[in-house]
């Protein structure tokens, strides 16, 4: 059985969702031309690809030599909890897993809150604006882009003056990601690699000279304690921290607050709840930000490769063969989620796979859902109920956001239609 559904039509990058239910119809796991190997199509297929200890992460140098532009690439991924296999990876994950315990994450809950709120001000402006282009803002730019590149800053004890620059070098590598980079995207890709290691290298350098209480201290403090991260590991956990916390982070808010905005009836739901106080606003923000990651996941698509010959789903996966976990579709399977198409912001169970699954599942998913708790939940607090009069979709597959996702604030005795992909006001796509 083989996939019909092709990633690089911008009517399918554009909404998804369609294509795959038809393709999920067929079977669980489908062979695909296109991409030329195995894609999942429901979350049972998914789930399992990502647990099954016989598919494993294979990295593919693209160097030939010590002197190929390609190398500083090919080691930040070799040498990343992401790209790696046991032995290496149970090392990496317990290294790097020991410095995020150290009560890191929690201790910055208080900073999250008051980048959140600093941020709305500026938002909050532009929104009060009064005149012609007043009155509305784009809240990826404005919000969900800077606040976590920020809160990497603060982590890591960066100035947070450098965050554009963090951010740029973030994009550019993970352009590498989709189907099929394009020649400019390579050669970015790899001057940021470059770029960003020595960045790193030199921050690391300062907190072994001068000990701060951040994460990079505590990574570098587990560099130089005996068979602990290498300096290449070092820096490929720093790059991974940016590159995986940040797109997680914008694109699952950008894409939820769609989801949430093109239903005012949820919309009212949640603003009750966080406005009620009996003690419910905690539990409705959580509830929130599972179905905002689900029901149009920033992830779409987790690559594996056949270390022998794999039996799944009635489907043989050869040795070398590659299978990709469609994380999107996962997340839409009737055969676990209720009315899988519509956004119910208080779901409950929700058994979704945005942050993976197996022991590649996203170590920074605590960090992830508690910036996007508390930046939801500042913004639709001090704001109110928004209305989307613009969306901007980026033409990436792999890696699912917008662009822009320009708003207002919602006229008295207004509730316009949504669109057909579940956005309202007028759509964009490019």
């Not at 980079?181 to 350098?205: G, H």
Request: hydrophobic share 40%; net charge negative; with cysteine.
């Amino acid at each position: 059985m083989s996939a019909s559904f092709d990633l690089t039509d911008p009517a399918f990058v554009a909404g998804p969702y369609p294509a795959l239910a038809q393709a999920r119809l067929k079977g669980p796991v489908q062979w695909h031309d296109g991409l030329g190997l195995w894609v999942t199509t429901t979350h049972a297929a998914a789930g399992g690809v990502l647990r099954d200890r016989r598919l494993g992460r294979i990295f593919r140098p693209r160097a030939t030599g010590e002197d190929d532009p390609w190398t500083v690439f090919d080691w930040l991924h070799a040498d990343s909890i992401l790209d790696s296999e046991p032995p290496k990876h149970t090392r990496l994950r317990r290294l790097v897993a020991g410095a995020f315990n150290r009560g890191h994450v929690e201790r910055l809950r208080p900073r999250v809150e008051q980048i959140a709120d600093d941020l709305l001000t500026g938002v909050e402006a532009a929104l009060d604006q009064p005149g012609e282009g007043g009155g509305r803002v784009d809240l990826i730019e404005a919000y969900a882009e800077p606040l976590p590149v920020l809160v990497i800053c603060e982590l890591l004890g960066a100035p947070a003056t450098d965050w554009k620059r963090l951010r740029d070098w973030s994009q550019a590598i993970v352009r590498m990601y989709e189907v099929a980079p394009t020649r400019p995207a390579q050669e970015e890709a790899k001057r940021a690699c470059a770029e960003f290691a020595a960045y790193v290298d030199e921050l690391a350098a300062e907190r072994a000279a001068h000990p701060g209480d951040d994460l990079l201290t505590s990574l570098v403090q587990e560099r130089d304690g005996g068979d602990r991260l290498s300096r290449r590991e070092l820096v490929a956990t720093v790059v991974l921290l940016l590159n995986a916390g940040h797109e997680a982070s914008v694109n699952g808010f950008g894409n939820g607050l769609g989801s949430l905005l093109a239903e005012p009836d949820q919309l009212a739901a949640v603003l009750g709840a966080l406005g009620d106080d009996d003690g419910d606003g905690d539990k409705a923000v959580a509830l929130l930000v599972e179905e905002m990651l689900r029901h149009d996941s920033p992830l779409h698509l987790f690559e594996r490769t056949a270390t022998r010959d794999v039996e799944l789903h009635g489907v043989t996966i050869r040795e070398g063969q590659k299978v990709a976990a469609l994380l999107g579709a996962a997340n839409r399977d009737p055969a676990v989620f209720d009315e899988p198409d519509r956004f119910r912001a208080d779901r409950d169970p929700n058994p979704h796979l945005a942050f993976g699954a197996g022991i590649h599942f996203c170590l920074g998913a605590p960090l992830a859902r508690m910036e996007l708790q508390v930046s939801v939940r500042a913004l639709l607090q001090r704001l109110g109920p928004l209305e989307v009069v613009q969306a901007v979709r980026r033409p990436t597959f792999v890696l699912r956001g917008y662009e822009s996702l320009v708003v207002r604030r919602v006229p008295a005795g207004s509730r316009r239609p949504t669109t057909p992909d579940g956005v309202r006001g007028r759509m964009t796509h490019e």
